[in-house]
């Protein structure tokens, strides 16, 4: 069984602050996708990486996939209250002829103005 | 349509009931996947359509859950004998493989917020 540990689990921080939250698996995946959840509603898809010490950024957000394609991180420049949300990570692997997505648990992220 | 979309946002029922829950894909996207969330916690796989059938229906908790996809574009999860851990929201997720394949980009819907007394 795959499964993904994200840290922190809840993080609380003053507007302006720089954070990093962090997806962490042993197992290797062939993709990694990082999703937004807003209370009430599905996850919404950021990013998705592939490539191992792939970056991607996203305005003032940054994605890593770590380069054995087992962990990624997320770190956000300057936070905003309108980021203020459930991040998820979700890894995949297609070669094994499945294309579902296994999970973490998700960091809550609360930016106070 | 825009965006894949779910009936009915809410749905309580009591225990023992069955329940359907449907979902709308968008457009075009072959490939349909089920996934149940819990309080605190991440989408959990429950089963996976390409086209009409179900490619994959390991995370199916037991034979009270079944999914169809008659068509190849809407789909009905549909549960049996409803008890109250089933209580969860039922997200529905569309993708078209196209050249995405590996990328494996899921489209999620707003879900379905079940609840058994």
């Known amino acids: 069984t795959q499964l993904l540990e994200q840290s922190p689990q809840f993080l609380s921080i003053q507007e302006g602050e720089n954070l990093t939250v962090y997806c962490n698996s042993s197992s290797v995946f062939s993709s990694l996708q990082w999703y937004r959840q807003e209370p009430g509603e599905g996850p919404v898809l950021l990013v998705t990486?592939?490539?191992?010490?792939e970056v991607k950024k996203l305005k003032r957000l940054t994605f890593q996939f770590g380069d054995a394609r087992k962990d990624s991180s997320l770190h956000i420049t300057a936070a905003q209250p309108g980021d203020t949300g459930l991040y998820l990570c979700?890894?995949?692997?297609?070669?094994?002829?499945?294309?579902?997505?296994?999970f973490g648990k998700g960091t809550k992220l609360s930016v106070i103005p | 349509g825009a965006g894949v979309s779910q009936t009915p946002s809410n749905k309580v029922t009591e225990k023992g009931k069955y329940v359907e829950l449907r979902c709308d894909p968008i457009s075009g996207h072959t490939a349909l996947y089920w996934y149940r969330q819990s309080l605190g916690q991440g989408p959990e796989f429950l089963i996976y359509f390409q086209g009409t059938g179900a490619a994959d229906d390991s995370g199916l908790p037991n034979d009270r859950f079944f999914a169809v996809r008659p068509e190849g574009s809407v789909s009905t999860l549909k549960i049996q004998r409803t008890e109250r851990g089933d209580s969860a929201v039922y997200l529905c997720?569309?993708?078209?493989f196209g050249t995405g394949r590996v990328r494996n980009e899921q489209f999620f819907g707003p879900g379905t917020r079940l609840t058994v007394l």
């Open positions: 990486v592939v490539t191992g010490g």
């Open positions: 979700a890894g995949a692997n297609s070669g094994a002829g499945s294309y579902q997505l296994t």
């Open positions: 997720a569309s993708s078209s």
